[in-house]
């Protein structure tokens, strides 16, 4: 079966009706640019084989202005095609967000959610949301490979593998998303508290705590295998209380903090904006960075000493700092 055939009968199947309130790919419509793209193609290559001969009424002239017009095609085909992109990963992630909301949530509303579970099986339903946004991501992300690898060998260049390029530097690649390896620890702390009942989901997900470089690994619906690493890239240790910045690096907490020059306490919000990434140098990642609560939940549950130990050095870092921190504007307070 073709690829646009399966991607149609993914968005018209069983879940139709969930996926309509979801953004995605207009991979038919984006096809049938590149074949008047083609059409263009083959028409200006014949104008100029007539031009060649010294045919050069008024006819051939017109459509040869036809031809020219295709520059803007390919204007349209990438313009839209970043925007479905931009939609895709803004859908995701906020829908992503809201479910993990619901499975960490604390205080009164951690309790309304148990009392739910009384009367709905509620740990089912968001088990199988998280499967269904992960075939979400998967298909919309596979759709936007072939369509550009498809607009490459129309125009027998590179620009599609460039647009990829232009993507990864706007952050909007789809499966090296932040959430995307939320997601996979949301389904293997699941599948450590209960015993094979979600096993159908929870066996695509693997991580390795205790190697050299601990890793999570996700193998996708479309059977691709995706593996992150859970190093951070400044204290070279497996990330405690983890931020993914904006750029897609993962750092400790007090790390960031750190990179970022502000205090612990103070948060990574408080990052100035030409603040840059400790790994790739780019300025302004810290404003959008996201807390890794369920990938820390993963670590606190099956790396139980060394995450007690991180705790403690990390709240005695916060004392400290504090301390220092009041105690300089108290002395400031003295001259006035």
Same mark, same amino acid.
């Given at each position: ?91 995701? #992630? ?27 099986? @509620? ?10 946004? *992960?075939?979400?991501?998967?298909? #919309? ?21 460039? /647009? ?5 530097? $706007?952050?909007? $690649? ?6 995307? *390896? ?8 699941? @599948?450590? #508290?209960?015993?094979?009942? /979600? ?37 070279? $240790?497996?990330?405690? @209380? ?21 205090? *612990? ?28 609560? $369920? ?42």
């Amino acid at each position: 079966m073709k690829f646009e055939e399966t991607f149609m009968e993914y968005l018209h199947g069983d879940k139709e009706r969930l996926l309509d309130k979801y953004s995605h790919v207009e991979y038919k419509r984006l096809k049938k640019v590149l074949k008047s793209c083609r059409t263009c193609q083959a028409l200006h290559n014949s104008c100029q084989s007539e031009q060649d001969q010294g045919d050069k009424d008024n006819s051939t002239l017109s459509q040869l202005c036809q031809c020219q017009s295709c520059p803007l095609c390919d204007q349209m085909f990438f313009t839209e095609l970043m925007k479905e992109a931009s939609d895709i990963a803004g859908c995701f #992630s906020s829908r992503v967000r809201h479910l993990l909301h619901l499975h960490v949530a604390r205080g009164m509303q951690r309790y309304a959610l148990r009392l739910r579970q009384c009367f709905k099986n @509620n740990q089912q339903a968001m088990v199988e949301e998280g499967w269904m946004l *992960i075939e979400y991501i998967t298909m #919309s992300a596979t759709a936007i490979d072939k369509i550009l690898n498809k607009y490459d060998k129309v125009h027998s260049s590179v620009n599609g593998k460039n /647009f990829k390029s232009k993507m990864r530097a $706007e952050h909007l $690649e789809l499966l090296h998303s932040p959430w995307l *390896i939320e997601l996979g620890a949301f389904y293997l702390n699941f @599948n450590g #508290s209960d015993s094979g009942e /979600f096993s159908e989901f929870c066996g695509h997900f693997f991580c390795d705590l205790n190697a050299t470089e601990p890793v999570i690994m996700l193998r996708l619906p479309n059977s691709a295998k995706l593996e992150y690493s859970l190093t951070c890239a400044i204290c070279l $240790e497996t990330v405690f @209380n983890p931020y993914a910045l904006s750029c897609g690096h993962l750092f400790c907490k007090s790390c960031a903090c750190s990179a970022a020059s502000v205090l *612990i306490f103070q948060g990574l919000k408080a990052a100035t904006p030409d603040a840059k990434c400790a790994v790739c140098r780019e300025a302004g990642v810290y404003a959008n960075s996201v807390h890794m609560l $369920e990938l820390d939940l993963l670590l606190k549950t099956r790396c139980k000493e060394y995450w007690k130990e991180r705790m403690v050095a990390e709240r005695a870092e916060m004392v400290k700092q504090t301390k220092e921190y009041w105690d300089l504007q108290a002395r400031y307070l003295k001259y006035f």
